[in-house]
């Protein structure tokens, strides 16, 4: 069965740090992208980040762009969202997330990140 599980969330002040993990199972981790969504209140889930397999390529929403970095180790079977210089704009469920060969899409439970002015 795959399972994605996030980890790391939590409230912080305006200017601080995070560090998300997820740490997945039940699948070949190594053969499958990984995706950082969130989803603000009130608001659409959206793509935040996202990491691909072999060559580690990554992809950034402009709005994090230089403040967060995604990271994946294969060894652990986990994907991490180092998150800088947050912004209230941040506060949001995070959630990992992957696409099945069989076209199913996965999600983990998500992860409060809430960031105070």
């Known amino acids: 069965e795959v399972q994605l599980v996030e980890s790391g969330g939590g409230l912080v002040q305006a200017g601080g740090s995070l560090r998300l993990s997820c740490a997945a199972s039940?699948?070949?981790?190594?053969?499958?992208?990984i995706l950082w969504f969130r989803q603000a209140p009130g608001k659409e889930r959206e793509g935040v980040s996202c990491?691909?397999?072999?060559?580690?390529?990554?992809f950034y929403k402009n709005s994090v762009k230089g403040r967060f970095t995604i990271s994946r180790d294969n060894a652990k079977n986990s994907v991490y969202l180092q998150m800088n210089s947050l912004k209230p704009e941040d506060t949001a469920v995070y959630y990992c997330n992957t696409v099945y060969y069989t076209g199913n899409s996965y999600w983990g439970q998500g992860t409060q990140v809430t960031v105070s002015s």
């Open positions: 039940g699948f070949t981790f190594d053969d499958y992208a």
């Open positions: 990491i691909s397999t072999t060559d580690g390529s990554t």
